[in-house]
């Protein structure tokens, strides 16, 4: 299986800071990579398709780069809203895995 | 609009099958432009993918987790289900289904979720 590895697992911030959240691959997934994200209870919502490909109607304070091994999510100024857990998830191979989670929390 | 909803047990016991429906509305699980997946979260954990299947009936399962799944679909009623056989308690989990779309370059991604049904296995 291919291991994804998020980093940090955690970050505070503050209503309008820019946030990076990095995504590592074991090997190389080319841009075969997905963010989403996740608030308490319920269930997870599709922000970038394939590295960088904002999902309609996603505001544009999220954005997706990379390709290869090393991905990052980033949130140009961070809203209320916006606090949660945040996955990334590769389909390069046949067995799909996720990254452990990055929980972003009001600092 | 697509919707999902997951119905199915929520506690089932040690040994047993763990059985789940999920309901699609907005679209078609008989058509060929999308797939159909099982996600679970175990409580204050992260995802693990299970397995999807394509309306063809063809399948693929996390390899983890293939010698105890099924993933079918029923075509008449719009569903696909998910049987988990010889659960045990690190079964127990909010699983979740999913519609899986597919990009030009064949890239694979969730784009519509259950609202997610906890399922505990306990005696």
């Known amino acids: 299986d291919i291991q994804m590895t998020q980093s940090p697992s955690s970050l505070s911030a503050s209503v309008g800071d820019s946030v990076t959240i990095s995504c590592r691959a074991s090997?190389?997934?080319?841009?075969?990579l997905n963010w989403y994200q996740q608030k308490p209870g319920k269930a997870p919502k599709l922000l970038v398709y394939?590295?960088?490909t904002l999902k309609t109607g996603v505001p544009s304070r999220f954005s997706g780069s990379g390709s290869g091994t090393d991905f990052t999510l980033t949130i140009s100024s961070l809203q209320p809203d916006d606090f949660a857990i945040y996955y990334c998830?590769?389909?390069?191979?046949?067995?799909?895995?996720f990254g452990q989670g990055t929980t972003v929390d009001i600092k | 609009q697509v919707q999902l909803q997951e119905s199915g047990p929520g506690l089932v016991k040690p040994s047993q099958t763990l059985s789940l429906t999920c309901t699609v509305s907005g679209a078609s699980v008989s058509g060929s432009d999308y797939y159909w997946s099982w996600i679970r979260q175990p409580p204050g954990k992260g995802l693990e993918w299970i397995g999807y299947?394509?309306?063809?009936?063809?399948?693929n399962y996390n390899p983890s987790l293939k010698s105890r799944v099924t993933i079918s679909v029923d075509k008449s009623r719009n569903q696909f289900s998910l049987n988990l056989t010889s659960v045990t308690t690190d079964d127990t989990a909010v699983y979740y289904c999913?519609?899986?779309?597919?990009?030009?370059?064949?890239?694979?991604?969730?784009?519509?979720w259950g609202q997610g049904t906890l399922v505990t296995v306990s005696s």
């Open positions: 299947m394509y309306y063809s009936g063809s399948t």
């Open positions: 999913a519609r899986v779309s597919i990009t030009m370059t064949a890239i694979y991604y969730f784009d519509y």
């Open positions: 090997q190389t997934i080319s841009n075969y």
């Open positions: 394939a590295a960088f």
């Open positions: 998830q590769q389909s390069f191979d046949s067995s799909w895995t």
